[in-house]
């Protein structure tokens, strides 16, 4: 099935541009200019994903965006060239499902793109499925087959990495310091906490898009670990 | 403490030169002291002497003395009287016999006997004396002629000294009454009753005249040089009381008020001196700075009495001085002691002119201060006249009304049985006057206290409601808070427009650059020839440069202008420095060698976690790119008094520059700053840990780059 993109941004190249990307990698896409152009387009096209910009004229994306998740359900990636974690935050607050900064490195943005249009379209799909496990996003933790999918993709995990994940998936939101990680996997008194960062480390690697920005596990500097919902 | 040296070392040095010059002026004083006080002096005490010489030449042919007359019918025992007489007179008469230096020569009118107490010395004639026996001797001759009249001759001998003379002569017989009496003359008499009283010690005076010798010419030859002939002289001639009496200080009157004179004269020359002292020099030294402080009427009053009193001091004490060398013989031993009393009193009299003349300095130079400040009637018509509203400003304007009312019941006293009403119309409308001044004063207060409170930046306080007087200046004030306050406003107003700018530019920098980095992106992906892709590559290595520098560039900015919000929460440095070193692996280059000490498992510190990263990421940045490979970086973590971090490494270039320098933006290591990074890494550092409240420091010691964070502990 092909999926259409819809592009909500005032400048031109850069819309083109994403347009070009997108193409490639097999989507259809939309251009609108503004917010109201963009909505129109929702209403008149089937979209499957939406990445929109924040400030334009008319409409910006943050009132787009309200309106948009007013009666559709799609997914929708925030392009924005503010970079404040608070912008961030107002960003997936109002409804949006992704955050990216510009200057943006185009092949991120379209591997985001990805990963909400297979997440998305999975759980739609196979709404019904249950397995034991757990569930946080786009991370499903099968504690039964001990497979691990992101975005519906199967990722290999080593069993240390896995009880790590389990860890976080159990008490998503908690922060845990590396000694309290060290500790109950391990069962023993945390000596060196290194091997516990460096295995997160190489978690955020395998899970995360961008590690340098996660989407997931977070870094609470000076406290410890969390896995964001 | 020096310019008090100099002063006093000035004065006493103006005094020595004053004195010096003085001295041989005294030392003639004193040698010349027997001129006219001497004929006085010793002609006075030869009073009564003349009897003894007339009895000498011409004696007495009967027992009855002949100049003792008695004037009464009284009965009285005129022989045991004679007998009295004759007596004291020869004790009189023995001074001369004695070793007085007075020489003496009486001669007898009538049979040209003669008298002389000196056989071998040949007297002067006094109309002719040689200029030799002039400087020598101080020669008088008394004549009596055949009616006891007195006439005197004589060197220094003028019409005053006779008048004086013949004046104290006729006193002087009186008073050898009443020596005769007191010698026993009439004790004589009554002695045989055991009677003593003052009648009949004005018996005599009543009773009896004495009456002036006659036909009598005395000489008398007195040596100049008094004080070497004092020493072997004769006290009964120069007896103290009697120089007093006779008006020797007549002579050492004028000369006090000479020494006045001359003492004005010296104090009016040191003042000048003192004002021709430049201002400049006064205003460096400030002498007797504290007269200024004090009003100037009570100095000027206090330094004439002290003025006067010391010239007072010194007239006595140089009379003394001139009487004990005539006198007591104080001449070698106690000149010294006098001298220097003189020196004192002079001193003291020159420093006093000095004062004055600082006075009169200070008032010049200064006039509107010191007299408007300094004066005390000022002061007191400034009292009197302004009303105070200060908290003790009442009892002023409670004396100012006393003094009103004593004024007008002086002035209305004349209308008698209507000054009853006066007196209370004026009470009540002063009591009246008093409360409504003493609200004003209390109002005053209050406004005095909103006035202080704006000035300390208190820009809320309300306006004061009814606060008569002073109600225009109170509303005035209240204005000034709204001005302020909009002032205030305005300023925070512009601070947010500089973070909206801030945030805008870099908007609008971020859109284009995110449209270069795309399109080189795809031009990256487009068959091409390898010249071109070496193109292209450049294009993009330098467009993801300069969206680094873009993105730090936001962020120092940002920092400097104080528009970040610092979460500062309890941060364990150790674990955050091991997330930051795991995090920054990759970057890592693989020759360094990292050495993390830690002084204890967990260091707490108020941080903010996320800035306190970007620190630590930063520097560890730059121990990646610009440490030597091969060597060892050190990381030290310690809790002292602060929780200290070192960061220490070996460059891989020369060190040849101020290394707090590398906090400037866009400082780099290497000048050709061809390497990446945006040059804004430590600026970023040292914004953040200051924004946190710590300090940094960065040294370089030959290779060896060293940067020290220091934080206040949790």
């Known amino acids: ?229 | 403490m020096r310019k008090i040296k100099i002063f006093i070392f000035s004065v006493i040095m103006i005094c020595s030169v004053v004195y010096v010059v003085q001295l041989p002026i005294i030392a003639d004083m004193i040698g010349k002291a027997n001129n006219e006080a001497t004929v006085i002096q010793v002609a006075n005490q030869l009073v009564g002497s003349e009897y003894s010489l007339k009895e000498q030449v011409h004696p007495s042919a009967s027992e009855t003395p002949v100049w003792l007359e008695k004037t009464s019918d009284l009965e009285l025992d005129d022989k045991k009287i004679a007998k009295f007489e004759k007596q004291i007179l020869n004790e009189e008469f023995r001074r001369f016999e004695t070793n007085s230096f007075v020489k003496v020569k009486a001669v007898d009118l009538q049979t040209n006997k003669s008298y002389t107490n000196s056989e071998n010395f040949t007297f002067p004639n006094i109309d002719r004396m040689s200029k030799k026996d002039k400087e020598k001797y101080t020669v008088v001759k008394l004549i009596y002629n055949d009616k006891g009249e007195l006439s005197i001759a004589g060197a220094y001998v003028n019409a005053d000294v006779e008048n004086h003379l013949t004046y104290t002569f006729e006193e002087e017989r009186q008073y050898a009454l009443s020596a005769l009496y007191d010698e026993g003359i009439v004790q004589g008499i009554t002695y045989d009753d055991g009677v003593y009283n003052d009648y009949e010690q004005n018996l005599i005076y009543d009773n009896y005249k004495l009456n002036p010798v006659t036909n009598l010419e005395i000489t008398y030859v007195i040596p100049n040089d008094l004080t070497t002939q004092y020493l072997k002289g004769n006290i009964d001639i120069y007896d103290n009381e009697k120089w007093h009496e006779v008006g020797f200080f007549n002579r050492y009157d004028a000369n006090s008020s000479l020494y006045i004179m001359a003492g004005l004269l010296v104090g009016a020359v040191v003042g000048l001196i003192m004002l021709m002292l430049p201002i400049k020099k006064v205003r460096e030294i400030q002498p007797y700075k504290i007269i200024t402080k004090l009003p100037i009427e009570p100095v000027l009053v206090g330094v004439c009495f002290i003025f006067f009193a010391v010239l007072g001091m010194l007239g006595e004490v140089i009379r003394s001085m001139q009487a004990g060398i005539l006198i007591n013989g104080f001449i070698w031993d106690g000149r010294i002691l006098y001298f220097g009393l003189v020196f004192v009193l002079e001193a003291t009299l020159l420093w006093l002119c000095s004062i004055c003349a600082f006075i009169v300095k200070y008032a010049i130079t200064n006039f509107k201060i010191y007299i408007m400040q300094q004066s005390l009637m000022t002061r007191i018509f400034k009292w009197v006249f302004t009303l105070s509203f200060s908290p003790r400003g009442s009892v002023a304007i409670i004396s100012f009304f006393f003094v009103n009312l004593f004024i007008v019941i002086f002035g209305i006293s004349n209308y008698g049985s209507r000054l009853g009403l006066v007196i209370v119309l004026y009470v009540i409308f002063s009591i009246a006057m008093i409360y409504v001044l003493n609200r004003a004063s209390i109002n005053y207060q209050k406004v005095l206290e909103q006035s202080k409170s704006v000035s300390e930046g208190n820009f809320t306080s309300e306006p004061l409601g009814d606060v008569q007087p002073f109600n225009e200046i109170s509303k005035q004030l209240s204005t000034i808070n709204e001005g302020f306050k909009f002032a205030v406003e305005e300023e925070v107003k512009s601070q947010k427009m500089k973070t909206e700018l801030i945030t805008n530019v870099s908007h609008d920098l971020k859109t284009p650059l995110t449209a270069i980095i795309s399109y080189v992106d795809l031009l990256k992906k487009e068959p091409m020839d390898p010249t071109v892709k070496s193109y292209v590559d450049v294009l993009d290595r330098n467009s993801n440069r300069l969206k680094r520098l873009i993105e730090d560039l936001f962020e120092v900015s940002k920092a400097d202008s104080g528009n970040v919000d610092l979460q500062l929460d309890k941060i364990d440095v150790v674990s955050l420095l091991n997330q930051t070193l795991i995090e920054t692996k990759d970057d890592k280059n693989d020759h360094l060698d990292l050495r993390v000490t830690c002084s204890s498992e967990h260091i707490y510190a108020k941080l903010d976690a996320n800035k306190m990263y970007r620190v630590f990421e930063n520097l560890l940045h730059n121990i990646y790119k610009y440490a030597l490979p091969n060597t060892r970086v050190y990381i030290d973590v310690e809790e002292k008094e602060q929780v200290q971090i070192t960061f220490k490494n070996i460059s891989q270039q020369e060190l040849d520059f101020d290394a707090n320098q590398l906090t400037n933006r866009f400082v780099q290591g290497d000048e050709s700053r061809n390497q990446e990074g945006s040059g804004l890494g430590l600026a970023i550092v040292k914004s953040f840990v200051e924004l946190q409240g710590g300090e940094i420091n960065i040294t370089a010691d030959g290779d060896l780059f060293k940067v020290e964070l220091s934080f206040a502990k949790f």
Do not use: C
């Open chain 1, 1 to 229: 099935m092909k999926h259409t993109v819809l592009i909500v941004e005032d400048e031109k190249e850069i819309s083109n541009a994403i347009a070009i990307y997108l193409n490639n990698q097999g989507y259809d896409v939309l251009q609108a200019e503004n917010g109201q152009v963009g909505l129109d387009m929702l209403k008149e096209n089937e979209v499957s994903l939406a990445i929109v910009d924040v400030m334009m004229p008319v409409m910006d994306g943050v009132t787009m965006i309200m309106k948009a998740r007013e009666s559709y359900d799609l997914p929708i990636i925030v392009l924005s060239a503010k970079s404040e974690d608070i912008d961030k935050i107002t960003g997936l607050n109002i409804g949006a499902d992704d955050y990216v900064t510009k200057p943006f490195v185009p092949m991120e943005l379209i591997a985001r793109v990805q990963a909400q249009i297979r997440r998305y379209y999975r759980y739609q799909k196979q709404e019904i499925q249950k397995f034991h496990g757990y569930q946080v996003g786009g991370l499903e933790l099968h504690t039964d087959t001990k497979n691990f999918y992101v975005d519906g993709d199967l990722v290999r995990l080593t069993p240390l990495e896995m009880q790590i994940m389990e860890l976080f998936m159990k008490h998503p939101n908690v922060v845990f310091s590396s000694e309290q990680i060290y500790e109950s996997i391990w069962k023993e008194e945390a000596i060196s906490t290194e091997t516990v960062m460096v295995h997160i480390r190489n978690l955020r690697e395998k899970i995360e898009i961008n590690p340098k920005e996660p989407r997931y596990i977070k870094v609470i500097w000076g406290i410890g670990y969390k896995l964001e919902k």
